[in-house]
């Protein structure tokens, strides 16, 4: 389900002024290239990023990707992410109701993480 969500993403952000995307029948590529980065990481650093951070709805098991459940995050990146969310939230959500469902989900969960 993850390509063909990344195609709907392509094609709903291909309808923006100034948005050019790569050609569709790449982006299952790119999806999985991006999904599959978990051993680029060496273990010295991914300990170093670790320290001090939160997790990010660690239950969350409906992922196809593979590697560790937790997500680690400084508050910081938290309320980072609040905003961009809520600014998402604001300009689209009127247009597309999918999308509002989706960012809806990701606000929820990092709301509560943070």
Avoid at 5 to 16: D, G, K, N, P, W
Avoid at 44 to 59: G, I, Q, T, V
């Amino acid at each position: 389900q993850g390509p063909e969500e990344a195609i709907r993403m392509t094609q709903f952000l291909a309808q923006s002024k100034g948005v050019v995307p790569i050609e569709e029948e790449s982006v299952p590529c790119v999806w999985r290239a991006v999904v599959k980065y978990k051993d680029q990481i060496p273990d010295a650093n991914k300990r170093r990023l670790n320290e001090s951070r939160r997790r990010l709805d660690p239950s969350h098991h409906d992922s196809q990707r593979s590697g560790p459940t937790e997500r680690p995050y400084t508050p910081e990146q938290l309320l980072s992410m609040v905003q961009m969310l809520d600014g998402l939230l604001q300009k689209w959500s009127a247009r597309n109701t999918r999308l509002k469902e989706i960012l809806e989900g990701y606000l929820s969960d990092v709301n509560e993480a943070y």
